[in-house]
């Protein structure tokens, strides 16, 4: 009686310090002094949620009937949590942008946030979790009446009170206390967090004590208890492989569907960093955890009589020895296990069960959430907090008309398969585009019909399906037996039927998802879900409406309160720089307004109340421009390449033009070789021709003499203009060419010209006209009369009139200054007009004795003077332009 | 698309956090295979069923699971301290 006494005022005590504790650490964070709260230990802690009572007491027992088997339990989470940068870091991150509220509005908001799927979800993890609830209650009541066993007035106690009942009732209370104390479900349970996290420590502790206790207080040391454990029953690794890797799959699934560890992992992640942390650290948790299990079975199975309950080993061991202390801390380890996992699993179910059915019931029955008098916010806490009571009656429920399994481990495994089935469409969503809503409606309702079917109502208070139905199947459908389905028998019955559901849920997912077309808003948040980290900022949008801002604000006021709507309405308007308190609706605002709002009420209802407001459930022109995205991206991503490709066929064009334009110039070269060297040949030949008369005949008449003498001068003369004419056209080509600019009058320089080529007015004449002793010309004045004495000099050879007669022009046009050069021959053929210009061109078969270079070199000149030089057709004779800019003109004024 | 947002060669330092994300990507399935070799652990009541052949000792099996999670946990740590924070913000662009 004393022990029960000492165990019941221990544990009250317990329960005090929790509340005490889950008490100062919502204070702190309320006074902003929390940042411990938010270290990633806390966070590494809470997740140990998943080590729930089933662990603590049922690994032992597990450990006692199936050897080594009981760590695939955790060495699925193991696998998951170092594998974390797989999924768990892509669900956190959606998880925070998306302000999910639980595992149903995962799924829900991920398959366009449809509310049919919400509730379907919601059913199966309350039908899943219930009988994980009662196992809790029941592990607790068995750990008092292991205590109560060698006390029979405790026995009377015990059979006096119901426990169950009691911690039912004292669960309740503290998750409603600390649980529900924010609305927002995204707002952290900074209370509930921290107790979480010292019962993790508590239980780690205790069970790390009691394995202490047993390897060096009983068994010896480290050799003596391998040595001891070989000798036992499970001293031989036995092992069946089927169940060795589909537990280990199971728990990994559950690990991340479980909606307890869900809140944990995501909702109540305070940052992502934290997952690095957890990464190595919870796997080391759960190393230490499962380390002295098999040391306490081998053990419990020596010392303890025949027929004693494994599962309580823990406990049972250090009491037949006589450690009261220790098998208290053992049972406060045992007392946290399941007090954690119930509470945390009340929340998120009730949560759950609040945002997804009865929020939406309420609001169709009061006409939405903008009308009505009542008080939504009122109303959503309320729900919550029957949602948490009604969770923990059917949990109670349960342990009372299951009236206890025989094995915990059995039923957490049930559950465990049951919430698998929810994988599919969570990783499916997650990473897969494809997914639409109907497919992951169609697997679940599969798998879950299967689990019920194979799993859980055989298992159900030890089977409500009659004998004749497990042997025969329905309607005497053989092959729909529950534990032989499609005739395939004798297969454990929980691989068996993790193994059909989770195949069927599968395959009916894929399929439904590739054949059915999921809506508009379902493939927006697809592409967010799955694209998560290239744009996690802006999960929603609404745009357009005529929404007003007022209704929005008296809908907000109901759910989150007034103060809090009312500095977020504030703070909206001076975002959009308004004064007061009701900004526009823009789409920005109503996201924004909507992320809110589904941190309390989950996003389908939020976008439901929202879209009743804004008027329809609109997918705005944003959404269906980033739904767009990738089509534009590839759009542009083609346009650039067509662009670049583009690029290089104008780069070879241009390429090939050079090519062809060098090829050009090689020729022009070769040309112009041949025919320099043909002119120095020509006057070559007879100079030396007549040299070498000169020299080798005798007896010539001085006259002759003299005429070849003549000869060969006059060739040198024309040799040397040749040179000289070539050096000037090269310098003038290359741009050497020094200018000798001045001040002059226009008039003068033809004066010098025709003075220059010493024309005889009886020979030609030559007739100016025009302004042009007015013009004054501020350029190289030897350049410019070398041009037109070159020109006078053509005329003057060429024109072949009978009475030549040479006109030059001068006028004024447009800027420029203009000097004709005209005469009255038979001007230059039309043909040749534009051969004039070039080198060595000569007008055929008249002998001038020019080189053909004068016109080239002149052409040059005028480039460099800043003018042209062109010929000019009709004008009834030769007749070239010499064209200047009069802007030097001007210069020189 | 993704070739597109990435560059083809990246920094030295860039390029040894791709490879510690493949080596965070591959740590799970180098875990789960290393704890499917106890499956090919001789058995009484296998369906080889080597009477002549010693069943494996749970101690060793023991030793063998938990070194296996020790050694984990330790490359898990690893990694988390090499990866650093903004490596983990383009992480979701893939590689």
Redesign the interface.
Known sequence: MATLNILIAVCLAYVALLFAVAFMAERAALKGRGNWLRSPWIYTLSLSIYCTAWTFYGAVGYAARSGLEFVTIYLGPTLVMIGWWWALRKMVRIGRTQRITSVADLISSRYGKSGLLAVCVTLLAVIGITPYISLQLQSVTLSFSSFAVNDPGGQSLIAGYDTALWVAVGLAMFTILFGTRNLDANERHHGVVMAIAVEAVVKLFALIAVGIFVVWGLAGGIGPMLARIDASEIGQWQMDGGRWVGLTFLSAAAFLTLPRMFQVLVVENEDERHLRTAAWAFPTYLMLMSLFVVPIAVIGLEVMPAGSNPDQFVLTVPLTQGQEGLAMLSFLGGFSSATSMVIVASIALSTMVSNHIVMPIFLRLTQGGASGPSDVRHVVILARRLSIGLVLALGYLYYKISGGGSALAAIGLVSFAGLAQLLPAMMGGIFWRGATRNGAFAGLVVGFAIWTWCLLLPGFGGGVLSSGLMEAGPWGLSWLRPHALFGIEGMDPLLHAAMWSLLLNVTVFVLVSLVSFPSPLERLQGAQFVNIFDHSDNPQSWSGGIAQSEDLMIMAQRILGPEEVQSFFQAEAARQGLAGYLPEPTPDFLARLERELSGAVGGATAHAMVAQIMGAATVSVEDLLAVADETAQMMEYSSQLEAKSNELTRTARQLRAANDKLTQLSVQKDAFLSQISHELRTPMTSIRAFSEILRDAEGLEPKDLTRYASIIHAEAIRLTRLLDDLLDLSVLENGQVNLNLRDGVLSDVISHAIAATGTDMHVMRVRRTGPASEIVLTTDHDRLAQVFINLIANAQKYCDAERPELTIDVSRRGGRVIVDFIDNGSGIPPHAQGMVFEKFYRVADRQAGGAGLGLAICREIMGRLGGTLGYLPGQGGAAFRVSLPAAQRMAAQ | ?KE?ASPVFLERRSYRQRRL?DA??L???L??LL??V??L?P???GSPAPAEVE????????VY??GV??V??????F??LM?D?KA??????GD
Do not use: D, H, N
């Open positions: 698309m597109r994300m965070a990507r740590l799970p399935v875990g789960g704890w499917l106890p499956l652990w058995q009484r009541t069943a494996v000792a749970t101690s060793s099996a023991i699971i938990f999670w020790i984990l946990a330790l490359a898990a740590l990694l988390s990866l924070g983990e913000a383009q992480g979701g662009r």
